[in-house]
């Protein structure tokens, strides 16, 4: 059997298949996850999230393991949090692994490990949410599963949202609006039509993710779309609308490690081979 990877050389031309949330409905999509064999992983990274993981675990755990049984395997990646992150999500009804510590990235990487060989095999998902998102839906799960279980040619599904911010509607997402979409529409412009390609929450195959090389730090989320979209061309990218955001907004300061990050995959991917 051959690398589930090809080059985007021997992609036909696609486009950007859209989605809403609402399209899907958890128990018709647990019902058709238990006839294909599908097993669904959802990872949470967090570090210092005691304030918000609980009610994140909490909604996951009654509404998508208990009342439809939806997702198998439930996991918060600790990543070297000073607060009771790890303590809240363990009470709340996850199994916490322990993270390196070293940024979301190694996180992710260090979850997909402790997933173990089921994650890797087909029919497995794994869904990647941020564990600071306030008013957390069980929707954001199901409308990123939903596109995977109904088209077998889509290997990596992003969230569209709007991202409310100092009380305005929208406005959120600073990285996103001012580094990495004109940096998109410049270098890559066949991703331009994307509303967040550095959304935390993203969904992809297991078989997938086991041939990505993940970036380390604030890089990963635009470096795993774009060596996904090199290697498979437009067609294999969804994008699925979960409505509205709100999470923790970070400081001018904060966010500049995450801005020359993400330029910096952008850079990278994009230069000619």
Excluded: W
Excluded at 118 to 133: H, K, M, Q
Excluded at 144 to 164: H, I, Q, T
């Amino acid at each position: 059997m051959g690398s589930l990877l090809t080059t985007l050389d021997d992609q036909a031309p696609g486009r950007l298949a859209t989605y809403a949330a609402a399209d899907f409905d958890a128990c018709d999509l647990a019902a058709r996850a238990r006839r294909c064999g599908m097993f669904v992983h959802v990872v949470i990274p967090a570090r210092d999230e005691e304030a918000t993981i609980g009610p994140i675990v909490e909604t996951l755990r009654r509404r998508l393991v208990e009342e439809v049984a939806l997702v198998d395997d439930l996991v918060v990646v600790d990543d070297g949090s000073r607060d009771a992150t790890a303590l809240v999500a363990a009470g709340a009804g996850a199994r916490v692994v322990d993270g390196p510590g070293l940024g979301k990235g190694e996180a992710m990487s260090a979850a997909f490990a402790a997933l173990g060989e089921r994650a890797r095999r087909p029919g497995s998902l794994v869904v990647f949410l941020d564990g600071d998102v306030v008013g957390f839906r069980a929707e954001f799960v199901t409308g990123l599963v939903g596109p995977l279980l109904e088209d077998e040619s889509l290997l990596l599904v992003k969230a569209a949202y709007r991202r409310p911010i100092d009380g305005a509607p929208t406005g959120g997402g600073r990285v996103t609006e001012l580094v990495a979409k004109p940096a998109l529409s410049l270098l890559v412009p066949e991703l331009a039509a994307l509303s967040q390609p550095l959304a935390g929450e993203t969904a992809l195959r297991g078989a997938l993710l086991s041939e990505l090389d993940l970036a380390g730090g604030y890089a990963v989320e635009m470096a795993m779309l774009l060596d996904t979209y090199r290697r498979h061309g437009l067609s294999a990218l969804a994008e699925v609308d979960l409505g509205e955001r709100r999470h923790r907004n970070r400081s001018l300061e904060e966010l500049v490690p995450q801005a020359r990050a993400v330029l910096a995959a952008v850079l990278e991917r994009s230069a000619p081979r």
